[in-house]
T-cell receptor, first 111, second 114 residues
Framework: AQSVAQPEDQVNVAEGNPLTVKCTYSVSGNPYLFWYVQYPNRGLQFLLKYITGDNLVKGSYGFEAEFNKSQTSFHLKKPSALVSDSALYFCAVRNAGKSTFGDGTTLTVKP | DTGVSQNPRHKITKRGQNVTFRCDPISEHNRLYWYRQTLGQGPEFLTYFQNEAQLEKSRLLSDRFSAERPKGSFSTLEIQRTEQGDSAMYLC????????????FGPGTRLTVL
């Protein structure tokens, strides 16, 4: 069985400050890990993924994520937050066909 | 726009009625997935297809739910005898056939059962 935990329901940061959205996972075998963002009444938009290789993955809109195998974590980061980054963020782990998602973290960036 | 499309975007129905949703994947993708999302939770896997073959079904998918992908292109998800607990956003995604290939999601169909 595979699982994902996003320990924070809500993250608040000021515009221009760095942001981190946390994710830990459990899966047998090598993990395929993903981050998605969801805006109100919209589907999920892909941000980035980790398959293998470099532990720091760069993605869309200036986001990056750091894979840490020993801590089974895949935290999403951005050096300087924008108000437009405010949204709901989901971490997911993939095994064969299906993805298992966390319950999401609402990011609010205040001006 | 060549992304994943879903119809209808919204569906309101009365308890006990049948509903059918349609998903059109990205044209070159041979995998298609259905997820269900309720308020405050992440998407939950329902089922997926590779071409026309349904490869996996979640235990969440009761016998009132059926999905098809008859020609390996679009897919339909039917819910028979709807219940209020079926109210949710139903999301469709597609990908190429690699195990780590990115799933691209459609906008979803919001179902409300009265």
């Amino acid at each position: 069985a595979q699982s994902v935990a996003q320990p924070e329901d809500q993250v608040n940061v000021a515009e221009g400050n760095p942001l981190t959205v946390k994710c830990t996972y459990s899966v047998s075998g090598n993990p395929y890990l993903f981050w998605y963002v969801q805006y109100p009444n919209r589907g999920l938009q892909f941000l980035l993924k980790y398959i293998t290789g470099d532990n720091l993955v760069k993605g869309s809109y200036g986001f990056e994520a750091e894979f840490n195998k020993s801590q089974t974590s895949f935290h999403l980061k951005k050096p300087s937050a924008l108000v437009s980054d405010s949204a709901l963020y989901f971490c997911a782990v993939r095994n064969a066909g299906k993805s298992t998602f966390g319950d999401g973290t609402t990011l609010t960036v205040k001006p | 726009d060549t992304g994943v499309s879903q119809n209808p975007r919204h569906k309101i129905t009365k308890r006990g009625q049948n509903v059918t949703f349609r998903c059109d994947p990205i044209s070159e993708h041979n995998r298609l997935y259905w997820y269900r999302q309720t308020l405050g939770q992440g998407p939950e896997f329902l089922t997926y297809f590779q071409n026309e073959a349904q490869l996996e079904k979640s235990r969440l998918l009761s016998d009132r739910f059926s999905a098809e992908r008859p020609k390996g292109s679009f897919s339909t998800l039917e819910i028979q005898r709807t219940e209020q607990g079926d109210s949710a956003m139903y999301l469709c995604a597609s990908s190429s056939s690699g195990g780590a290939d990115t799933q691209y999601f459609g906008p979803g169909t919001r179902l409300t059962v009265l």
